[in-house]
C-alpha cells in the first residue's frame, strides 16, 4: 500500500513537472485588423470580395499551433470588383438561398482539429461549416509573429451550393459558375 501511494505521488508530481513546462494559450483574433477576401470564377471571368470575421482564437503549446476556432459573418460578405447597381445586385443573390442563404445561416465557423509543422509552417487539417454542412478541409498555413495566413480552395458544391454548377446542370455554356472558389485568410492576434 505505501509502494502504491509513493507511485501515485511520484505520478503526480511528474504530471506538474511536465505541465509547468507545457505553455499553453488562447490568442484572440483582432476581428477588425484580419482580412477575409474572397474569390469566385465563371467561365466569363471573376468576382471577388471581402467577408468579416466575427470572431476567432489560436491555440499554442509551446509556440506550436495546436487548435484554433473561427466564426464569419456571413450577412457582411462584399463584392469589391463591382459599383453600384450591379455591385447590390451580385451582393443581394449572394446572399440568397442561391448561393449562402444568410438569412437562415448568418455565420460559417472553422474548427481546427489538427495541426502539423514547425517552424511556423503548418498543414492544418478541420471542420469546416456553410448553410449548416460541415466538410473536413486541409491547407497550409503560416503563423509568423502575431500573424497567420493560409489560402483555401473551397468547392461550394459540398456544401448544396449548386447555382450554375456544370457538376449538376448541362447546356450552360458561358453561364457556368465554376464550383470552387478562393478564400485568403490573413488573421492578427
Excluded: P
Amino acid at each position: 500500500m505505501k509502494n502504491n501511494i509513493l507511485k501515485t505521488a511520484l505520478v503526480f508530481v511528474l504530471a506538474l513537472t511536465v505541465a509547468s513546462f507545457t505553455s499553453i494559450s488562447d490568442k484572440t483574433v483582432n476581428v477588425k485588423e484580419s482580412q477575409i477576401t474572397w474569390k469566385g470564377y465563371k467561365v466569363t471571368g471573376q468576382h471577388e470580395g471581402t467577408i468579416s470575421l466575427k470572431e476567432g482564437s489560436l491555440t499554442f503549446s509551446d509556440s506550436k499551433l495546436t487548435g484554433g476556432h473561427f466564426v464569419m459573418d456571413m450577412t457582411s460578405i462584399t463584392v469589391t470588383d463591382l459599383e453600384g447597381e450591379y455591385k447590390g445586385k451580385l451582393e443581394k443573390h449572394l446572399k440568397s438561398d442561391d448561393f449562402f442563404g444568410v438569412e437562415k445561416h448568418s455565420t460559417a465557423s472553422f474548427k481546427i482539429t489538427k495541426a502539423d509543422g514547425k517552424n511556423g509552417k503548418y498543414k492544418v487539417t478541420g471542420d469546416l461549416t456553410i448553410k449548416g454542412i460541415t466538410n473536413t478541409h486541409t491547407f497550409d498555413m503560416t503563423v509568423n509573429d502575431n500573424s497567420a495566413t493560409a489560402a483555401l480552395k473551397i468547392d461550394r458544391t459540398k456544401f448544396n451550393i449548386e447555382y450554375r454548377s456544370n457538376s449538376f446542370f448541362e447546356n450552360l455554356k458561358d453561364k457556368a459558375i465554376y464550383d470552387e472558389f478562393d478564400l485568403n485568410v490573413n488573421l492578427k492576434f
